[in-house]
């Protein structure tokens, strides 16, 4: 039975291959995507992509279902170009704010847009007053959180919504760039790339609003927004360059734009409220993409105290989400053969662990020639890739999962034994391999971010891993209010994928459908 053609990308959609993708034999096979996946091009599609490339956009049938293929593959990104605001767009604004900020927010989205009328949900006293004086509608409800984006698309009635915090600061186009994606029928909703409030504070401020920062920037690249920020049900992710790997995906959203026909919040999850939402339309076949082009900037907790608080309720989330999603969707994802590799490299076994290791490298290359006739040499990188990945989300699970765990070990490991002899036990390779979980990552990411953060390395090593703790004991504390060890349990990682695309399937009648939803025209501005 031949496989379903995809719906093409909508005409003027432009596209752009994900920077960590390579072409190898020639431009024939386009290899990349977490997990690895290989792809080899009909004759056809090796010109389309070298156009692509060069900025063109795609502009026949054919290319268009290619780039559709591509899209769902995880192997490139749609591009839309900016659209204004038209009348089928509202924006709305949420949130605790100081009348000053809530000034500043609507200066800069009248510079821009002098034609919107932002929605204003949960606003009291002189914060109310500053927007009535604007001539703009004040809705009565929560002043913040899941409850208050709720009440926000409640009260909204335009196709699309944006939500907003009120303390944002909306960077010049980020309104038309998010707005862009929406001519793809397919797209139910748009988050656009935040980034801390520039403001001056004490440097121990400012080493808290840019850890907190760091776990809520998706980074610099586009991306499809998954389940538990993982592949699922076919769909490929984009390998994640390191210096982005620190974004939580339980992390609260504070931007974004929805199809409001398929948004459906539920205030009870808290914190988790709107990625469970964005998590639920992507399983039902909606696209949720990331667009880095588009950005705001929100105001960062700047006290340890706050910061570790957000840290516990992204946690603390997960449990609720997991027996919403399932236990497969949750948990850490690993592949078998790097996992045992590196288990068995710690428990001291290096001979064993890179035999493991070199054998889960030689199925991935029998995979990928085989599948997609990929030359053998091409094959090394995406198997280091995997084997890298297994290493970095191992780490990350460590550290914010079973940090108690851990802990225990490297402390342990660490107090001084007095022995026999009145010297000093050395301390086991287990405690050492623990020590350094808890600690390198975050001493690489002061190196990185140092800048930004105006503390010394054992000041921001420290903070760093009083995060991870929070972060780790929330998860525990989901996990035992849902009464379900889910978040807690690892997961296999889905295996390497390569296929062989052939003209036929570009060329005749689509059979595959993106969702349907309304016009796209909703968000012209004429």
Same mark, same amino acid.
């Given at each position: 039975? @031949?496989? !379903?053609? %995809? #719906? +093409?990308? /909508?005409? &003027?959609? *432009? =596209? ?5 993708? $390579? ?52 192997? @490139?990104? !749609?591009? %839309? #170009? +900016?659209? /204004?605001? &038209?009348? *089928? =767009? ?5 949130? $605790? ?52 984006? @709720?009440?926000?698309?409640? #009260? ?371």
């Amino acid at each position: 039975m @031949a496989s !379903p053609t %995809p #719906a +093409p990308l /909508p005409v &003027g959609l *432009g =596209v752009e291959i994900d920077r960590a993708v $390579r072409l190898t034999d020639e431009g024939h096979v386009l290899v990349g995507g977490s997990p690895p996946r290989a792809l080899r091009l009909p004759p056809e599609g090796v010109s389309a992509v070298i156009r692509w490339l060069s900025g063109a956009d795609p502009g026949h049938l054919g290319e268009r279902r290619l780039a559709r293929v591509l899209v769902q593959a995880g192997l @490139a990104h !749609p591009r %839309p #170009a +900016p659209v /204004p605001p &038209g009348e *089928g =767009v509202q924006l709305a604004l949420t949130g $605790r704010a100081a009348p000053a900020e809530l000034e500043r927010a609507l200066d800069r989205i009248g510079r821009e847009h002098p034609d919107l009328r932002p929605v204003v949900v949960g606003a009291t006293g002189a914060t109310a007053r500053v927007a009535r004086r604007r001539g703009l509608r004040v809705v009565e409800g929560p002043s913040g959180g899941a409850g208050a984006r @709720a009440a926000a698309l409640g #009260a909204c009635d335009a196709g699309i919504v944006a939500l907003l915090e009120t303390g944002a600061e909306p960077e010049p186009g980020w309104l038309d760039v998010a707005l862009g994606h929406f001519a793809d029928p397919g797209v139910a909703a748009v988050l656009p790339r935040l980034l801390p409030v520039r403001r001056r504070c004490g440097h121990g401020a400012m080493a808290a609003a840019a850890l907190h920062a760091q776990t809520v920037d998706r980074g610099a690249d586009p991306a499809p927004v998954l389940p538990w920020g993982r592949a699922r049900r076919g769909l490929g992710h984009p390998a994640p360059p390191g210096e982005h790997a620190s974004a939580d995906p339980l992390a609260p959203v504070r931007a974004l734009l929805v199809r409001r026909g398929a948004a459906d919040l539920d205030p009870s999850l808290g914190a988790g409220a709107e990625a469970e939402m964005l998590w639920r339309l992507a399983e039902e076949g909606w696209s949720v993409r990331y667009e880095p082009r588009s950005k705001v900037r929100a105001p960062m907790p700047t006290g340890l105290g706050s910061y570790l608080r957000a840290r516990f309720e992204a946690g603390a989330a997960a449990g609720p989400l997991a027996r919403r999603h399932g236990r497969r969707a949750v948990g850490p994802e690993l592949s078998l053969p790097g996992a045992l590799g590196l288990g068995l490299v710690l428990a001291g076994r290096p001979v064993a662990g890179l035999a493991v290791c070199a054998v889960g490298g030689a199925m991935t290359a029998r995979t990928m020639t085989s599948g997609a006739a990929v030359p053998l040499a091409d094959t090394v990188r995406p198997a280091a890739a995997d084997l890298v990945h297994t290493a970095r989300t191992g780490s990350r699970a460590a550290r914010t999962v079973w940090w108690p765990a851990v802990a225990a070990v490297a402390v342990g490991g660490a107090v001084s034994r007095v022995g026999r002899s009145g010297g000093v036990r050395v301390p086991g390779r287990w405690a050492l391999a623990a020590g350094a979980v808890l600690t390198v990552p975050h001493l690489v990411s002061w190196r990185r971010r140092h800048g930004a953060a105006l503390v010394g390395p054992i000041a921001w090593t420290g903070m760093s891993a009083a995060g991870d703790a929070a972060r780790s004991l929330g998860t525990w504390w989901g996990a035992a209010r849902a009464r379900s060890l889910a978040p807690l349990l690892p997961r296999r990682r889905p295996p390497v994928s390569a296929t062989s695309l052939v003209s036929s399937q570009l060329e005749r009648g689509s059979v595959g459908q993106v969702r349907k939803s309304a016009p796209a025209a909703v968000v012209s501005g004429g």
